[in-house]
Each structure stands twice: as structure tokens, then as C-alpha cells.
């Protein structure tokens, strides 16, 4: 007479759990590895976007600033000098920043500047009529902008008689 064990105990084998491990083991790696790529691709764009902000809010004070000015003048090769009615702007470009300078606060902002040139009116050597940056953006490409100035015929005339 064969005897049937009623207390038999259903468990895994342990190559059962080590298959269950390893495939574990596995999804979690690359979960892992997709999170980094993840996380690396989004500080790139963090700094890209970054950059790109700090550019738009640089680009509209200076355009701002050259449009609402009563004259520019540009004292150095790489400053800029924004007058109004009651207060006076001063731009200063360097290589990795350009800072710009009131009398209230002092601005810096981090663009990566290729190029400043400043072009003066024929008969008025000191008043600006435009100012042409080439900046390196957060991508690595170029980008060239440009601000130019109308005066009015009494600040040329004004100028004028004071050069002579």
C-alpha cells in the first residue's frame, strides 16, 4: 500500500528565485541607465534654454535701452554708454559677460560675446547709430544682432555745436 503525504509544502526552487533575481537584476539596470541618459538630457536643455533666456532678456534691455536713450556714445572699444533725460546706462562687454551698469543696480549676464562693433554718425564721431554683437549661443551656433538709433534733429544739431 503506497502512503500519499497530505502535508506536502509548495515552495520555488532556488533556480527558480535565482532566475526571478537575475531578470530583476536586469530591468532595474536598465531602468537605471535610461534614467541617467534621461537626466543628462534634461541638464543639457536646462542650460540651453538657460542661456537662450538670458539672451532674449539681454536682447530686449539693450533694444529697449538704444530706443528710449536720447544719445548713445561708445566711450571704449567694449562699452557702451546709454544717456536719457535723468539717468545714463553703461554697458561693459568682456569675452564671457557683458554687465550693464545703472545708477540704481548693476546687471550681469552671461553670453559668450564673438564680436562688438559700434558704427558713429559720419559728422558726429562720438554719437553711436548702431551696434552690431555676434554671440555664441547655448547650442554652439552664431548669432548676429543688431540695434541701430534715430536721433532726433535737436540732439544732432546740439552735438554738432558742441564738436565745433
Known sequence: MKRKLKNKIRAFTVLELLIVMVLSGIVIGLTFLYFTQFRHYLQST???ENTYAQLLRFQFALGKDITMATEVFSPSTDELQVKFADDE???VFDK???VRET??????TKLKIIDVSFH???DH???VREVELEVETGSGEELSLAFAKDYSSAVLFRN???QQ
Open 46 to 48: 536646462y542650460r540651453e
Open 89 to 91: 546706462v553703461l554697458y
Open 96 to 98: 564671457e559677460w557683458v
Open 103 to 108: 545708477t540704481m543696480a548693476s546687471d550681469t
Open 120 to 122: 558713429t554718425l559720419e
Open 125 to 127: 564721431n562720438d554719437l
Open 160 to 162: 554738432f555745436k558742441t
